[in-house]
């Protein structure tokens, strides 16, 4: 996918600056946010902060000077798009400690009654050479009543058209978002999958086809798609913008970490998700050949823009040799940069997230177990702390 730059032809005499405070879902509480749209998004921002409970602290036209508002100013609710003087409100009592994650989205739709969104896009992720079929697809969900809303690391399920062999309607499977809470185009309204199709050979020899990655793929644009969740809280990020995030992912298991690496280094994200991150990230992507990573060009756009925050390392297994002379794994690059890894597990601030096939799991397990006695550490003991700390999150399949 390209990496994104900012919408062209829009004059500096036709945007606004809006400043809000309030809280988003996986953000600190007490955010205060500044917003830049145009005339005709205006609405739709006005509706969105309406609808998360965030006050406006001001809103004037681009290039008549950016406002700042006080630190402790009274702000006032959302009220309309054509609210340019916002009157000041009672300030907010003090809110109780909540618990972490607890206002995420879950199950808006379920399967008994699911949105119904329209495909904008579908398109490859594979460069000629590839093995296989992964494609790239979106969904609007501007049409939603109440707002499918989202945060990173969660899942949709889809229910696929048609029926079963036993004339039933097939049932949902579950996929890992692939865009940011704000989705690919920043409007709030569309969700991403990173999807691959299923294929392999029965015990008779034939080909088979999986029913649900098959529909999507050959989706065409309009196309409505039956849609439920979004459900999970395995994977979401920590609220801790100086944190520290090491990425395992092999195929398209990268679509969580497409969501994080996202919301941590693409410029419009940073400007508008209220989460500035100053930790380190580190990405392992495991891919049988180089035509087969995904988001590469993405990934080393951002490598190269963060050099001090993000870190990009690749385990091409038909292509490059372990130490052994054998192939090329995540968990032998695990077992190249054990030294590092465990430096960052000892620091507390440190989430470990991987994601993939549940293949992965054993040859991961091992490599830590093996790095860890390198440093005197029993990972059987480590492991299981670590998950109770919700510092070790895994979503396999």
């Known amino acids: 996918m390209r990496v994104s730059i900012a919408a062209a032809g829009q004059s500096e ?15 600190r509480a007490s955010v205060i946010q500044t917003y830049r749209v145009c005339l005709q998004q205006l609405s739709a921002l006005f509706k969105r ?13 681009a290039g008549s000077g950016d406002p700042t508002p006080p630190a402790a100013a009274p702000s006032a609710p959302v009220a309309s798009a054509a609210a340019a ?27 008994k009654n699911p949105f119904v969104g329209k ?35 969660q899942s949709i399920g889809i229910i696929p058209d048609g029926v079963d062999a036993k004339g039933k309607p097939h049932k949902l499977r579950l996929y890992s978002i692939a865009s940011t809470r704000h989705g690919d185009n920043y409007q709030d309204d569309t969700v991403s999958l990173c999807v691959r199709q299923l294929e392999y050979k029965n015990e008779a ?70 989460y500035t991150f100053r930790g380190k990230a580190w990405l392992f992507m495991g891919a049988p050949k180089t035509a087969n990573l995904l988001y590469d060009e993405d990934f080393l756009h951002y490598e190269k823009t963060f050099p001090d925050n993000f870190r990009y390392t690749k385990a091409i297994s038909r292509e490059q040799q372990n130490t052994k002379g054998g192939r090329m794994y995540i ?11 465990f430096g960052m ?53």
């Open 85 to 111: 003087d916002v009157p000041p409100a009672k300030p907010a009592a003090s809110t109780p400690k909540k618990k972490p994650h607890g206002k995420v989205p879950v199950n808006t739709y379920k399967p």
């Open 205 to 274: 020899g034939e080909q088979i086809y999986g029913v649900c990655s098959t529909f999507l793929c050959d989706l065409e644009p309009g196309s409505d798609v039956k849609i439920t969740g979004p459900v999970g809280k395995e994977m979401l990020l920590p609220e801790d913008e100086d944190a520290n995030i090491i990425m395992l992912a092999t195929g398209t298991g990268i679509a969580p970490m497409r969501t994080y690496i996202r919301r941590m280094f693409e410029p419009r994200e940073r400007e508008a998700n209220g």
């Open 49 to 61: 902060l309406g609808a998360s409970g965030a006050n406006i602290l001001a809103v004037t036209p």
């Open 345 to 397: 597990i000892e620091n507390p601030k440190t989430h470990v997230y991987m994601c993939g096939l549940r293949g992965m799991e054993p040859g991961i397990d091992e490599a830590m177990t093996a790095a860890a006695a390198a440093k005197g550490l029993d990972w059987s003991k480590l492991r299981p702390q670590l998950k109770k700390a919700d510092r070790w999150h895994v979503e396999t399949y």
């Open 119 to 153: 495909v904008t896009e579908n398109y490859s992720l594979l460069k000629d050479g590839a093995i296989g079929r992964v494609q790239h697809i979106t969904f609007d969900l501007s049409a939603g009543n109440p707002q499918l809303e989202y945060v990173e690391g």
């Open 331 to 341: 968990q032998d690059r695990v077992l190249e940069h054990a030294d590092e890894i």
């Open 13 to 27: 005499s036709t945007m606004f600056t809006v400043i809000a405070s309030g809280r988003q879902a996986g953000s």
